[in-house]
């Protein structure tokens, strides 16, 4: 093997180590996903069983967090990336913690509806309920847009996080409502209110990933400025 | 220049820029510290002007996040740091989100702050003073610990967090037995909770940024695990 072919050689190696770290937060992404489905699930149809299979399966989205951390830190060690193979690296390493943080958030819904257990279906589920699928496929396009590096459907995520806000503060002023009128409705209506915080929580963590995918494909950070902004920012040829 | 000169000239540089780095992260956690002191003291002095004040600072804890973020960055790629150099740069990266979002919840508490304009006293602020005043203290030793490099310290405030949440916990519990008494103190109640839910995030925040301490200085990830492997992993020598 000469020179050339050994360098060749060497790149088409770090290509397949940055190819599988993006394989691995995308599965990350998918078990993280898949958590705050059924937490969702569980909380609408009361379901016990799967509010606890919620809670059991968190250390798993923690075990790759760790893993996929050591495995970025091993590839700055080894391979000193720069240019866009730095910021895809950098890119990974914030974006994960943003993933344990919905599994977290999942846990938190499935929590609730662990307390709630017993609870007749109250009829403020419906509000909640719109928010949790809303929310859900902000996840999925988050996620969709990093497996696919597409830059208009993250910015398409951002736009609808501020449509998400309206729609808690919604069910909030909905739930005050409710708990002024009924008093022994407060302790259940603060469980809905917990997860449609959590939510809330959900679709930003959902945007910042977005935020770190246009920041590898444009190198340009989009982050505390207005979305119209990010949308010049996203667009101007690197 | 001999070549030995240049390296060690070239060493003494990247030793600058480390301390440097460092000193930009204490520096940003020193504003963070005092944005958070003064939500708290707007939001138990019903002070509105201070409330504002924390809304306008609040621009300048995001553009030290984005510097000190692209100044990591610059490090990794021309510097290519390996070993505890790397392990530092990458715990100011994780460290970095965590205090722009401890920024955040202070932001929240000025919000609830001026949310409560002109309502009465409550009774119930002395309990959200109290956890007000712990998770401050957190903060700082968290920070402490940092500008020290103490993994004793780091430990210490992570113990903190458990008797924090017991803290919250009693306040919910005050707080919902304050609104099914009365249902007109139910808005400003949730105002309470909602900050007492943000100083629980500040406290948490900051046990991430004693992690992170732990792994730069040990080189062992402590997420995820209990706190008695925590400090089992921590007291172990590198």
Same mark, same amino acid.
């Given at each position: 093997?000469?020179?050339? +072919?050994?360098? @060749? @050689?060497?790149?088409?190696?770090? $290509? !397949? ?10 599965? *990350? ?11 969702? !699930? #569980?909380?609408?149809? $009361? ?15 923690? =075990? ?12 700055? =060690?080894?391979?000193?990336?720069? /240019? ?24 938190? !819904? #499935? ?10 279906? =109250? ?9 949790? +699928? @809303?929310?859900?496929? *902000?996840?999925?396009? #988050?996620?969709?847009?990093? /497996? ?6 993250? &910015?398409?995520? *951002? ?28 302790? *259940? =209506?603060? $469980? ?6 959590? &939510? +809330?929580? %959900?679709? /930003? ?16 950070? %989009?982050? @505390? !400025? ?13």
């Amino acid at each position: 093997m000469n020179e050339e +072919e050994l360098q @060749h @050689h060497i790149s088409q190696q770090f $290509n !397949i180590e940055l190819r599988e770290l993006r394989n691995q937060v995308l599965g *990350m992404g998918g078990l993280v996903e898949e958590q705050l489905t059924n937490a969702l !699930i #569980a909380l609408t149809t $009361n379901d016990q069983q799967l509010a606890k299979r919620v809670y059991s399966n968190d250390y798993k989205i923690n =075990a790759l967090e760790v893993a996929i951390d050591e495995e970025s830190t091993r590839i700055l =060690a080894r391979r000193q990336p720069t /240019a866009s193979d730095l910021r895809l690296v950098m890119a990974v390493v914030k974006a994960i913690p943003e993933l344990e943080r919905i599994g977290d958030q999942a846990e938190r !819904i #499935a929590h609730m509806a662990l307390q709630m257990s017993g609870e007749p279906q =109250a009829k403020h589920f419906v509000a909640v309920n719109h928010l949790g +699928e @809303h929310v859900r496929q *902000m996840l999925h396009d #988050a996620l969709d847009a990093f /497996a696919r590096i597409d830059v208009e459907m993250a &910015l398409q995520v *951002m736009r609808e996080d501020q449509k998400v806000d309206h729609e808690s503060d919604s069910v909030y002023r909905q739930l005050i409502t409710y708990m002024m009128e009924d008093a022994r409705a407060i302790p *259940m =209506a603060l $469980n809905i209110m917990w997860s449609a915080r959590a &939510l +809330e929580r %959900v679709a /930003a963590h959902s945007c910042n990933i977005c935020e770190y995918l246009i920041y590898f494909v444009r190198g340009k950070d %989009v982050r @505390h !400025i207005s979305l119209e902004q990010v949308e010049q920012r996203a667009r101007q040829a690197r």
